[in-house]
């Protein structure tokens, strides 16, 4: 649930679309234990590649910074 405006998925969509982006991550040659920054305000699709991330083997760096907030 994205407490921001409400919206929920299905694990199964959830799981459907971190697939995808770890085969995308893949087809861009990413390799096990490289790093990935994500940088992103706090909403239900930053996880998606972070769990993708850690599909693939890469190591995720969770940025948060200051200049984004509204």
Not at 7 to 36: G, H, M, N, P, T
Not at 42 to 67: E, K
Request: glycine share 2%.
């Amino acid at each position: 649930i994205d407490a921001l405006n409400d919206r929920c998925i299905l694990y199964k969509e959830l799981s459907d679309r971190v697939i995808k982006c770890a085969f995308w991550l893949i087809k861009q040659e990413l390799q096990r234990s490289e790093i990935v920054t994500i940088c992103s305000y706090r909403h239900l699709d930053t996880i998606v590649p972070f769990l993708a991330c850690i599909l693939v083997g890469a190591l995720v760096h969770p940025w948060w910074d200051d200049a984004m907030s509204d």
